[in-house]
């Protein structure tokens, strides 16, 4: 352990919600000027705790004391005036505003009652200069990098005077350039004598950046750790309770014949292209990787794929058969699997119950129904069979699929999707918020239907998750694929300069153009 004066003390922080105990007096000491990562499963507590922390939530038992003295936050603008602020995973910035605007918003500098824009960009610059994180004060948001407006959301909580802040999985949407400058302005800030709070589900970088660790588990905490004294291995143990595999069982593939082929595509948003030109090929046997930073065309190629969205230019082709525009209904019948990225908008019916959600859409095939009623017997039974094979978490299929936890509802996703040896697979952003455990699962089904023979197109803004599992990867940018790359040819940091566009025009076996 470290040896620092404790600048934030939790001392049996208890949170209930009905038929949850969400926080179970939960203890530990973050101490002054250190990074301290908290790390767990989802359930696990730990965003109900930071709520607690930053007034959110108030706690039903135990006590918070800050710089020594007891505290009972009843709002965040009264934990940021003591000096706790919080960075969220999704960034809340007013994208028109510049980047000086939206860091004084709420807060700011005036004279006689009107405010003074010099002074504003003066102090925003102070603030840059002072903690190294390097922005300009009048770039509107809209106009900057994803890495540029995290640094932003900093500037915010600096500028209201911070002493801890809480960064919410602060690498999520950042390329490894933007993670190794995000590390920096972190050892920057603990420098100067701030203290983090570092919440992530990537264990690599959690002990990269941590002095160190507290892991929750069912709301509990099973052990604080410093970070050079524990492994990514027993770290994974302590957040699931049960060894964690890494390196997932996967064998070479064996790629067959082109199952998707994509050509030209093109698809507009008004009057900007989404999807620009873009080609690519996936064979049976195969996961073609698709990395990029998110708002690239991933999601509309998807939807473009799936009948979901018009295509204006190009085709699509499924095992040589033209399913250009058709509809979501007509693609799906030719063995093709989706996970969608959003799995409560797109993958299930929330209020629905897991039965239902299991045989959506092959509901009138024979197996389920017969003169247009439905066979509950084999329902009930294909149901239970594939919440089994999935390790769906829950109490009973006849439970709406709102009550199971993300983790599980994924699973549920998988469990129907994979019915029925699927020739073609879409997996959109498949692990996104899942814990440890949950990911792990999902990644093998994946490998597991490549060694069947399916063909995978994995869309994945986890460039951990890409390399990992991909085959083939191939590099989106403003809605063109910017690069391909064998398997052993990609490298973290090569595939981060072709994201975010400082790098251009790559193909499998070929050399950069320019």
């Not at 500037?155 to 920096?184: C, H, S, W």
Request: aromatic letters at 4%; hydrophobic letters at 40%; one cysteine or more.
């Amino acid at each position: 352990m470290t040896n620092t004066t404790p600048v934030l003390q939790l001392q049996g922080i208890t949170k209930r919600f009905p038929g949850v105990v969400a926080n179970d007096r939960v203890t530990f000491d973050v101490g002054a000027g250190e990074i301290h990562a908290v790390v767990g499963e989802n359930g696990a507590g730990k965003s109900t705790l930071m709520k607690i922390v930053t007034g959110l939530y108030p706690p039903d038992e135990g006590c918070i004391i800050f710089k020594g003295r007891p505290v009972a936050f009843r709002s965040p603008g009264q934990a940021i005036a003591a000096g706790i602020g919080i960075v969220h995973q999704h960034f809340m910035l007013v994208d028109a505003f510049t980047v000086a605007e939206n860091v004084i918003l709420g807060a700011e500098p005036a004279r006689l009652g009107v405010i003074d824009p010099k002074t504003s960009v003066r102090q925003v610059s102070e603030l840059c200069d002072r903690f190294g994180l390097k922005v300009d004060p009048a770039a509107r948001v809209e106009d900057i990098s994803v890495g540029e407006q995290q640094r932003v959301e900093i500037l915010k909580v600096l500028y209201r005077g911070a002493e801890v802040i809480i960064l919410d999985e602060p690498t999520a949407v950042l390329v490894p350039q933007e993670v190794e400058e995000l590390f920096e302005h972190l050892m920057a800030l603990k420098g100067q004598g701030k203290t983090v709070i570092f919440i992530s589900h990537k264990l690599d970088e959690v002990l990269r950046v941590a002095d160190v660790i507290t892991v929750l588990r069912q709301g509990r905490v099973v052990g604080t750790v410093p970070a050079a004294e524990v492994t990514r291995e027993r770290l994974a143990e302590m957040m699931v309770g049960r060894p964690v595999l890494f390196d997932l069982k996967r064998g070479p593939a064996a790629p067959g014949g082109v199952v998707l082929s994509v050509e030209g595509l093109t698809s507009v948003n008004g009057s900007r292209a989404v999807l620009d030109d873009l080609s690519l090929e996936v064979r049976a046997g195969e996961i073609y990787g698709l990395a990029g930073v998110e708002g690239n065309g991933q999601t509309e190629l998807a939807e473009a794929i799936m009948g979901l969205r018009p295509v204006t230019g190009g085709r699509v082709t499924l095992l040589g058969e033209d399913v250009t525009n058709l509809s979501t209904g007509e693609v799906r019948r030719r063995r093709v699997a989706y996970i969608p990225e959003d799995r409560h908008r797109r993958g299930l019916v929330l209020p629905m119950t897991v039965w239902e959600n299991v045989i959506l859409g092959v509901h009138r095939s024979p197996e389920f129904s017969r003169g247009g009623r439905l066979l509950f017997r084999s329902i009930l039974s294909s149901t239970e069979e594939a919440v089994r094979r999935f390790d769906v978490r829950l109490a009973s299929v006849l439970a709406p699929a709102q009550t199971l936890s993300g983790g599980n509802q994924q699973k549920l996703i998988l469990a129907r999707e994979f019915r029925g040896d699927p020739g073609f697979i879409l997996a959109s952003q498949p692990t996104r918020g899942l814990d440890i455990g949950a990911t792990e699962f999902v990644r093998q089904e994946l490998l597991n239907a490549r060694d069947r023979g399916a063909a995978v197109l994995l869309i994945s803004a986890d460039l951990e998750e890409v390399l990992s599992i991909s085959d083939r990867i191939g590099v989106i940018y403003n809605g063109h694929i910017q690069a391909e790359f064998g398997r052993d040819e990609a490298d973290p940091r090569t595939l981060g300069a072709y994201m975010t566009g400082a790098r251009t025009a790559r193909r499998e076996g070929g050399s950069v153009a320019s």
